[in-house]
């Protein structure tokens, strides 16, 4: 049996273009996985099945083309038994089907023995969404184009981070309708190279979320959740992930982000509340600091 982590995907910053002739929108982030998520084992079966558990498994009721079955049906035609554990809310702007599906890609590439590379993996999960190729390094990196084109971070300290989702839906397409001012994608990116978490923010000051704005607007008790969050001691920096509505606050150290989220269950026991963290990242790929996607046979 292989098992694979689905890491909740969280945009430190998100900056938006207009739109593309194509009908995507353009953009610029800071994408980091915490040590929380979904969790998919796989193992040699006839046909292709996947088993949905966990306690957010409701929330996938009735998908019968689940995103995990496309990756595998793009990876190849073998058969395989597939368990999701579904840790993670479903729709909430934390990767959570995106890293579900590189977890599939990754892990079936590892059974059916196809020893194709992470560059060709990249490739295919370009074509089945714009975050999947990112979580398919699952690694601190930058953002560019729709999302396939990639920089590992040089570096990323240990961020205690505390993932707060008070179970409002805020549907991508809708944010990105409502969305007015935005950045732009012309931002100098830095080369990643973040000594300690006092340096991440340094950085992340000059940055915002585009789409945090709009999601306010179309779901007001996002900006509640951010605001419970910078109240709590500890509190380093709020800001909403991706199109919502999963909000995350980062922390001084893991006993603050601890007893934040003790407090935040005590008065808000109706949202979802994860204290989590970013681990420690040396230099972890050949190309860190370099575009490591696509590929000149990709996109």
């Not at 900056?15 to 915490?34: E, I, M, Y």
């Not at 998908?63 to 554990?85: C, F, H, M, S, W």
């Not at 972890?284 to 490591?292: F, K, L, N, W």
Request: hydrophobic share 45%; with cysteine.
């Amino acid at each position: 049996m292989i098992t694979e982590q689905a890491s909740a995907k969280i945009n430190l910053f998100l900056h938006v273009g207009d739109k593309r002739a194509d009908g995507f929108h353009p953009l610029q982030s800071l994408a980091v996985f915490t040590a929380m998520g979904d969790v998919l084992s796989m193992e040699p079966g006839f046909g292709l099945s996947l088993t949905i558990e966990g306690p957010f498994a409701k929330g996938l009721d009735g998908e019968g083309d689940n995103l995990v079955l496309r990756a595998a049906r793009a990876l190849d035609t073998q058969g395989a038994k597939l368990t999701l554990t579904k840790n993670l809310p479903v729709a909430s702007g934390i990767g959570g089907g995106s890293a579900d599906a590189a977890a599939a890609l990754r892990g079936l590439n590892q059974l059916w023995n196809l020893d194709r590379n992470e560059a060709v993996l990249r490739d295919l999960a370009a074509g089945l969404g714009s975050d999947i190729p990112a979580c398919v390094l699952s690694a601190s990196c930058f953002m560019e184009g729709r999302g396939e084109v990639l920089r590992a971070a040089q570096s990323m300290p240990r961020v205690p981070m505390l993932l707060v989702n008070p179970g409002v839906a805020v549907p991508t397409k809708d944010v990105f309708a409502a969305l007015g001012e935005r950045s732009g994608v012309e931002m100098a990116l830095p080369r990643g190279n973040f000594a300690d978490t006092a340096d991440l923010l340094r950085f992340l000051e000059t940055t915002r979320n585009d789409l945090e704005e709009p999601a306010r607007r179309i779901q007001p008790v996002i900006g509640d959740v951010l605001q419970a969050i910078a109240r709590l001691p500890g509190a380093l920096m709020t800001r909403m992930s991706g199109s919502g509505a999963t909000c995350f606050g980062i922390f001084a150290d893991d006993d603050c982000c601890r007893r934040a989220a003790e407090s935040l269950k005590t008065r808000y026991p109706g949202w979802w509340i994860a204290p989590t963290f970013v681990p420690e990242m040396g230099i972890v790929h050949e190309a860190a600091g370099q575009d490591i996607g696509p590929t000149p046979e990709g996109l």
